[in-house]
C-alpha cells in the first residue's frame, strides 16, 4: 500500500509521555529565520519532529537537501511525494553558510529520494560535506542518507567525502516493508551499512516502534544490524503525521524503550538512544 493508496483514518490521542514543548529559544529563532532567508529545508521541519527546538538549541541541525520533494512513497513520512523539477548546485553552499552563520556544532545532512539522478544526488551530499568542512572545519557532518537503490558507486562518492557518522535507517522490521517501505528493501539497507562499516566509517542506523511489529521482530532487526557491525542505533515512537498516513498500532511504554535499549547494549552496540520522542538526528552529537 502506498503513501496516496493510505484511506484517511483517525488519530490516536497521545499519551502524556509523547507531549513535547513548542520549539522557541534564540538559537532556534535565529536558525529558523536563516533557513527561511537561505531557502533552505529541514528534516525537522518537514517531518514535524518533536524535538525541533531543544535540538537546535543545543547546536544541532538536520539539512534536508535535494529539494523537498520526494520520488518514494513511505507511509510514514510527511514529505511530499512527486517528482522533481530541479536540482540545486549551489544548496551546499547555502547550508555550509548557515553552519557558519548560527555556529551549528554537530550537522546533520539528509535528503528526500531522487531516484530519477544517475548517482541518487550522493554527489550533492559530497559537496555538502565539503562545503561544510571548508566553512566550519570544527563541525562534526553526520549524513543520514537513502539507500541509492543499492548503488556501491553512489556511496562511495559520499563516503570518499569522509562524513563523520554514515546514518542509514532500517526504519521497521521486513514483514511490513510492502506497507511502511513499499520502494526499499529490507537486505539492501543492510547491505549499504555493510558496505559502509568495511571502509571503516562509524555507521547507525534507526527503527521506528509502534507500526504493527512485534518485540521479537524488533530483537531480530537488532541483530542483523550488530551482524553488519553497525555501531549506533535509534528506536522511536512512531507518529502519524497526517490522516492520511498509516496509523499508529500502538503507543510504545517508556518502560519498553527502556528494555529494548538494554538489549540493544548486550548486543554490542556502542550507544542506543531510545524512547517516545527519540528521532535518528536526537542527542546525535552525543551518539556520535
Known sequence: ??????????????????KAKIPSGEMYS???????????HTV???????NMGECWNSGTAT????????????GFCAV??????ELDADEPRRVAE??????????VVTSVNRDELYDGGASIFAETIRKIREASPTCKVEVLIPDFKGDEFALNIVLDAFPDVLNHNIETVPRLYQTVRPQA?????????????????????????????????VIDVMKDLRRVDCNIL??????????????????VHPDEFKMVKEKGLEFGFKHVESGPLVRSSYHAEMQA
Open 80 to 85: 511530499k511525494t512527486g517528482i522533481p523539477i
Open 44 to 50: 525537522c521541519e518537514e517531518a514535524r519532529c518533536p
Open 63 to 74: 539539512f534536508m537537501i535535494l529539494g523537498a520533494i520526494c520520488t518514494r512513497s513511505c
Open 30 to 40: 535565529g536558525l529558523k529565520q536563516l533557513i527561511d532567508e537561505q531557502q533552505l
Open 234 to 251: 535509534t528506536l522511536g515512537q512512531y507518529l502519524q503525521p497526517t490522516k492520511q498516513h498509516l496509523p499508529v498500532d500502538r503507543f
Open 98 to 107: 548557515a553552519v557558519k552563520l548560527i555556529h551549528v556544532k554537530y550537522a
Open 1 to 18: 500500500m502506498h503513501k496516496n493508496e493510505i484511506k484517511e483514518t483517525f488519530r490516536k490521542p497521545r499519551p502524556d509521555w509523547l
Open 185 to 217: 528493501k529490507y537486505e539492501r539497507s543492510l547491505e549499504l551499512l555493510h558496505r559502509a562499516k568495511k571502509r571503516g566509517f562509524v555507521t547507525k542506523s534507526g527503527l521506528m516502534l509502534g507500526l504493527g511489529e512485534n518485540l521479537d521482530e
